[in-house]
């Protein structure tokens, strides 16, 4: 593999991630985990462009400006090395985006402490630069409308599991209270009694204990 091939194949690999990665958090925030079969943020050609799909995010607070800046840098080499018959090194990318390079410099100057191999650290670079797009995208659920969105899931979750649990022990209860009364195993003089054994039985739906949920699936034939 020639050190060409090499490049196209590393950048076409960043862009791919960062591309599907990009349409799987849309496909979140627009609750369709199905992203690939939406008009958007699929893989035809009517699709949001790559950096409509940063602008959503920078919209929606998952981003930041700084963040969509490198995303786009990132593309913008894989466009070069993609459309660019002339373009057969990182140098050759970087010599065709103004200012590019010298925006890299400051950015991983860490790289560019030994200038003797300026193809070798424009390489190093733009692979920093991948790793960065990276790990803004696993850390954005604690930012923007994704934390908040989030959040409202695990709220939903856990009232779910609550009303579920309720459900479960309801009506295991009630039918215990139905054989009580087929059973003749206790006697009603009044309807107050049986009023007040009824409001018992709510009260213990509500005082649910893991032990109890566990007791009233394994006699609950709903469940």
Known sequence: MTHTDKCRLDVLNYSLALE????YTLGFIFDREDFQNTKSFGNTSNCLSFNQKMLLLLDYGAIEKDDKTIMN????????????????????????LDGLQNRFVKLFSNNFVDDSDIEKNLEKSVADAFEYCK??????????????????????????????????LGIFKMDEFRNQIINDEFQFSSKDILLEKFDSLILDV??????????????????
């Open 206 to 223: 509500f005082r649910i204990k893991e032990e109890d949920i566990e007791e009233a699936k394994n006699n609950v034939k709903l469940f």
């Open 135 to 168: 790990n803004v995208f696993m850390f954005i659920t604690l930012k923007g409308g994704i934390k908040d969105k989030l959040m409202m899931k695990a709220e939903r979750d856990t009232y779910k599991l609550s009303f579920e649990k309720i459900c479960i």
């Open 73 to 96: 840098d990132v593309m913008s080499i894989r466009n070069q090395f993609l459309h660019n018959a002339n373009c057969l090194t990182y140098q050759d990318a970087f010599n065709s």
């Open 20 to 23: 599907t990665t990009a349409s």
